[in-house]
Structure formats: structure tokens, C-alpha cells
């Protein structure tokens, strides 16, 4: 039904007009992030409404681009509920010492000589079990570079170790928003996703952690100090219980993914269990529980590393999130209505000649279209709703899709120094990107082992496809 409906749409406009639409919306979304440094959700709020006017003078109908609307924001249906899931579970993990425990004993077992490969994993580990590589960053990563500092090591090479963990964590967390985005976007289920995703993030991550075990080796004289490890250690230690028992719901968590359960039940088991312990184990009692759940864990420690990294989670951390993935739905309502889209894939057909051209071009016209709008709630999402039928067509699977647009968006992000992440990085780090890019090879090294496959054929999953010519 949709596919008719789009065919529809594409006859309300010329070529010339459907790409001068494109041109129209990518540039409302340069000049009010880039240029006028505006708010993302606001300048795709405002980007829909210029595009849309534009499209009705032309001739396309309101209720064809209020529909796509609707139907946008319908797919969008689960990633938002997974999205205020995660809100509550990273603060019940907090609320009940889960997460305390987890940095605490990761920090605990660090030793010299393998301390640049102990914080990528230990960066890794917190942000599979948060689900944000920028929590990674600010809270562990923060204290990290306080130790590398007391050990002489170079701060590049540890913002590299830290980008590298809490990217690869990032890319394969249940729990992140970019990983939920991207399996929802090109309509695949969240753990074939993330378990495709291993064959292009492990490599990266196995030659990352051999190049900062051979740094490892040349600073691996000193001994571990430093004011902002000792004064975390010590606070985490006296605000929260470190029992072994608040591992329960990660372990909980994992299983039941493993097991294939739904996503949203095992959000909801990882939240009860760990809003039981809190009580259990913390002490907190009912209303405790709950505001963690609201507004996140609130209480101050007194030491401003420990409080960026406990005070944090609840529903309510997620709402400019869920704000900008509406936002970010929505834009691409009237280029779908108007036929922009369909031009797009119909011009891709006519220039590729296989399957691996056209992995190879989505993977292109993605990292442009990311160096522009440097925003993954927008690129997965406009480039995810044109392309994502050319891999039906084709015969390969969609989780390639979504494979090339973490290793093309995800990963990639770090390196675009007027970018969010990169701006977010750099600064909170305290070392420039073009500094640590370098010691960050998961960040180039995912596109280039998506690209390597792609052309090899190796991992790619295919499935039959739905018509001769486009396999020939």
C-alpha cells in the first residue's frame, strides 16, 4: 500500500522541482545548525515547514505529506518507548549501585602496563551497559584522563583508547539510541543487528587494543595516581553499597537477550530487578525509586567527577532525545510525499550496476549527508527511508544496511571537529580531534571494513531478490 502511495506522490512533481526540494531542505539544515548554530530539533521543525510550503505551491497535497507524517511517526513507535525505557533503566541502575559497581571494580583492577587497553575496555563495558558513549566519555572517560595524566601516558592516546570503548559500545548496546535508531530505520530486528554489526566492530576494536598494547609498553613504568582516581574511588565506596549482588540486572539483561526475548519486556525486567535492589541493597525507598526513574539520580556527593557520573538517567533526560527523533521523523514527510525520495533511488538504479555499487554508493551519499546535517537522527533516518527498499530489490539483507549506517555514522561521528560529537569529544577530553583521531582507529577503520566486505562479499547476508535484473 505504501509503495502505491509514494508511486503517486512522485507524479506531483518534475525532476528539476523534486531536486531543487532536496537541495532546499539540506540547505535549511546547513545554514541553521552550521550557520546560525541553532537547535537540531528546531531546525528540522523549521526545515519541515519551509519544504513543506514549498511542496503544497507546487502542487502536492497537504494530506499526502500529513499522512507520510503519520506514517513516519508510527515507525518510529517502538524506538521511542525503547528510548524512554532507557531513561528509567539507567536511573534505577544508578539509583541501585549497578552502575557504581561496574566502574568501581573496572577501575580498581587497572594496572600500569596495560592501562591504555584497560580503559578502552573498561570505556567498552560502561557504555554496552549504559548505552551512551557520551556518558562514557563524561563520567568514566573524564576519570581516566585524570589517571593518565598521574601516569605520564600521552592524553591522546587515552582520548583514543576512551573514543574507541565507548564507541564499540555504543554501535552494540540494546540500550543505545543509535543502535535503536538504526535497526528501527531500516526495519531489522535489534539483535540480528547488533550481532551483524560484530563482524565490522571486533575487527576494529581487536587492532585498536594491539596498538595501545604496544603504547602500553613504552609508558608502563609509572604507578597509578592521581587526585580524581583516588577521590572517586573513595566516594563511590562510601555512597553506595558495592555489592556484587547490584550486578544483577546487567546479567539479567544479557541473558534474556541472548534468549531472543522481546526488547521493551527486557527493559522492564532490567528496571524491576534493579528498583528491588535499590531498596534491598541501597536502602531507598519507594519515592526514591521512582524519582530516579523521573528525574534521574539526584543526590550530590560533593565531588563534581562522581556527580557527572551518577547524576543522571530518568524519563525526563530523555525528552530532548525523543523531541529530536520526532523532529527528525517528520522531515522527511514532505521529500517522500513529493516524489524526492523516489528520484533518489530511481537515479541510483540507473548508475549501479550491482548489489556491491549499490551498497557502496548508500554508504557514500550517507557519510556526505552526515558531514552536512552531522546528525545521525537525521542522516539514519533519511538515508535508512530512501534506500532501504533498493536491498529488497537487490536480494541482501536490510541489516546491511544498517550495518553501513553505524559504521558510517556512529563510528565516523568523533571525527568531524563542527560536528556534535566531535565538538562534545574534543572538549569534555580536553584533547582537539585531530589530536586523538589518530589513536582512535575504530572510528575510519568500521568504513573501511564495511567498504572491504562489501566488495569481497564476505559477511554480506542475502536473501532473494525481487526481480532478475537487479542481481545481474
Not at 506531483?12 to 526540494?21: C, P, Q, V
Not at 563495558?125 to 558513549?133: D, E, R, V, Y
Not at 553499597?241 to 534474556?256: Q, R
Amino acid at each position: 500500500m505504501n509503495e502505491a502511495k509514494n508511486t503517486a506522490y512522485s507524479k506531483e512533481l518534475s525532476t528539476g522541482k523534486a531536486i531543487a526540494l532536496l537541495v532546499i531542505a539540506i540547505a535549511t539544515i546547513f545554514v541553521g545548525k552550521l550557520v546560525l548554530n541553532g537547535d537540531i530539533a528546531v531546525t528540522l521543525l523549521v526545515d519541515t515547514v519551509i519544504v513543506s510550503a514549498i511542496a503544497v505551491i507546487w502542487g502536492v497535497k497537504w494530506s499526502d505529506i500529513e499522512e507520510q507524517m503519520k506514517e513516519n511517526l508510527k515507525s518510529m513507535t517502538v524506538p521511542l518507548v525503547i528510548l524512554m525505557c532507557v531513561g528509567l533503566l539507567v536511573g534505577t541502575w544508578i539509583i541501585s549501585g549497578t552502575i557504581p559497581t561496574m566502574v568501581y571494580y573496572g577501575m580498581k583492577f587497572i594496572h600500569p602496563n596495560i592501562f591504555l587497553v584497560m580503559a578502552c575496555l573498561i570505556a567498552a563495558l560502561m557504555s554496552i551497559m549504559t548505552g551512551t558513549s557520551w556518558g562514557t566519555v563524561s563520567t568514566v572517560g573524564v576519570a581516566l584522563m585524570g589517571v593518565s595524566a598521574g601516569l605520564q601516558i600521552p592524553l591522546p592516546y587515552t582520548a583514543g583508547a576512551i573514543t574507541v570503548g565507548a564507541i564499540f559500545g555504543d554501535k552494540l548496546s540494546p540500550l543505545s539510541e543509535t543502535t535503536v535508531l538504526s535497526s528501527a530505520v531500516a526495519d531489522v530486528d535489534i539483535v540480528e543487528h547488533i550481532k551483524y554489526m560484530l563482524f565490522t566492530t571486533v575487527p576494529c576494536l581487536v587492532i585498536s587494543l594491539i596498538l595501545y598494547a604496544v603504547l602500553g609498553i613504552q609508558h608502563g613504568s609509572g604507578s597509578i595516581q592521581g587526585a580524581d582516581y583516588d577521590m572517586m574511588m573513595e566516594t563511590l565506596q562510601t555512597t553506595f553499597n558495592l555489592n556484587p549482588l547490584v550486578l544483577i540486572p546487567p546479567v539479567v539483561a544479557v541473558v534474556l537477550i541472548v534468549l531472543k526475548k522481546p526488547t521493551i519486556p527486557t527493559f522492564f525486567v532490567g528496571i524491576a530487578v534493579a528498583a528491588v535492589l535499590a531498596a534491598v541493597i541501597q536502602g531507598a525507598t519507594p519515592s526514591q525509586v521512582l524519582s530516579a526513574m523521573a528525574s534521574g539520580y539526584t543526590e550530590s556527593t560533593g565531588v563534581a567527577v562522581v556527580d557527572s557520573m551518577v547524576i543522571r538517567g530518568g524519563l525526563k533526560s530523555m525528552f530532548s532525545t525523543l523531541i529530536l527523533v520526532m523532529a527528525a521523523g517528520v522531515i522527511g514527510a514532505p521529500l517522500r510525499a513529493s516524489g524526492a525520495v523516489e528520484l533518489i533511488i530511481s537515479k541510483i538504479e540507473k548508475v549501479v550496476k550491482n548489489e556491491k555499487q549499490m551498497m557502496l554508493a548508500v554508504g557514500v551519499m550517507h557519510i556526505v549527508l552526515f558531514l552536512i546535517v552531522v546528525s545521525y537522527y537525521v542522516s539514519f533516518i533519511l538515508i535508512g527511508s530512501m534506500t532501504k527498499d533498493l536491498y529488497d530489490k537487490y536480494g541482501v539483507d536490510r541489516k546491511n544496511l544498517s550495518r553501513t549506517l553505524e559504521d558510517t555514522g556512529t563510528a565516523f561521528a568523533p571525527l568531524i571537529p563542527w560536528g556534535l560529537s566531535g565538538a562534545f569529544y574534543s572538549t569534555t577530553l580536553g584533547v582537539s580531534t585531530t589530536q586523538f583521531a589518530i589513536f582512535a582507529p575504530i572510528t575510519y577503520l568500521s568504513c573501511v571494513v564495511g567498504a572491504i566486505y562489501i566488495i569481497t562479499g564476505f559477511t554480506i547476508a542475502r536473501n532473494k531478490p525481487q526481480k532478475d535484473s537487479a542481481s545481474s
